[in-house]
């Protein structure tokens, strides 16, 4: 399924060029300590992140995707989504049995608006419609309260807590696991508050 190009309310996702601005626009969250501090990894430079937009775009032309890692625009910023800068990434791993594990990660000047929402959204949709899946999770930091309000909201169930499974920044994090079955997902309703 390549290009990916979905579109909601405000936002769109679409795959990634690989331009200096979208590098820049990929540093934006990436090499933000605040931003990445509930990621599996630490702030990133430039290079390394153009390294990532290299890698994303070898992923979406394989024969067989197993990773969608997707730009998200606002529709507002420009008439082709193609022609707006990310303001945040979404992703999909595909795993066994009809399966995937969701991501999103917002920059800080778009915080609040509700976003996450609807980026949580349209990869639901993406998932139980065209990619015909059944089962979506998602790892969230037990500290990160907005994100598990977010998914929480889509219908998501918390399915328990991972001790230690995450080791960043000198000391062990635990997370919580949240999943959302195919039959369960009744489509977006609007746009949440906050996230």
Known sequence: MVPVRLAGPRLALREYRHTPEEVDALHALYGDPEVTRYLPFEPRDRETCADQLELYLEEAMAEERGVYRLAVVRREDAEDPEDALPIAHASLTLGKYRSAHLGYVLSRPVWGRGYAGEIAGLLCELSFGALGLHRLAAR?????????????????????????????????????????????????????QGG
Do not use: I
């Open 140 to 192: 969230v930091d037990v500290e990160n309260e907005a994100s598990a309000k977010v998914l929480t909201r889509l219908g998501f169930r918390l399915e328990g807590r991972v001790r230690h499974d995450l080791y960043k920044g000198g000391a062990w994090r635990d997370s919580y696991r949240y999943a959302l079955l195919a039959d369960e997902w009744s489509g977006p309703a609007g746009p949440p």
